[in-house]
């Protein structure tokens, strides 16, 4: 059974940074097309940054040169980085594949205060 492990969420100051890890149980996690998803207060989840087993990205629009997905396939371990963080990047951030799997981890808080 798949399962994902989400940590590294806080609280920070706009303009700050944070850094995401996702850990993966599932020996084919080196196949897996990995994703970072997000959801806010009132808000649909959407997808931020996925990236391929050849390691490949892609960012959302919102997201695009502030945040760095990247994946250690020894570790099943995928890592996002988040810089200039926004208040509107305020969310609970999940990692699951790309089409996603049907159970999601327990996600982290990324708060930004203005």
């Known amino acids: 059974q798949v399962q994902f492990v989400e940590s590294g969420g806080g609280l920070v100051q706009a303009g700050g940074s944070l850094s995401l890890s996702c850990a993966a149980s599932g020996s084919a996690f080196s196949i897996w097309t990995m994703g970072w998803y997000r959801q806010a207060p009132g808000k649909q989840r959407e997808l931020v940054a996925h990236?391929?087993?050849?390691?490949?990205?892609n960012y959302a629009d919102s997201v695009k040169g502030r945040f760095t997905i990247s994946r250690d396939n020894a570790k099943n371990t995928v890592y996002l980085q988040m810089n200039s963080l926004k208040p509107e990047d305020t969310a609970v951030y999940y990692c699951?594949?790309?089409?996603?799997?049907?159970?999601w981890g327990q996600g982290t808080q990324v708060t930004v205060s203005s």
């Open positions: 990236i391929s087993t050849g390691g490949s990205t």
């Open positions: 699951n594949g790309k089409p996603s799997y049907p159970k």
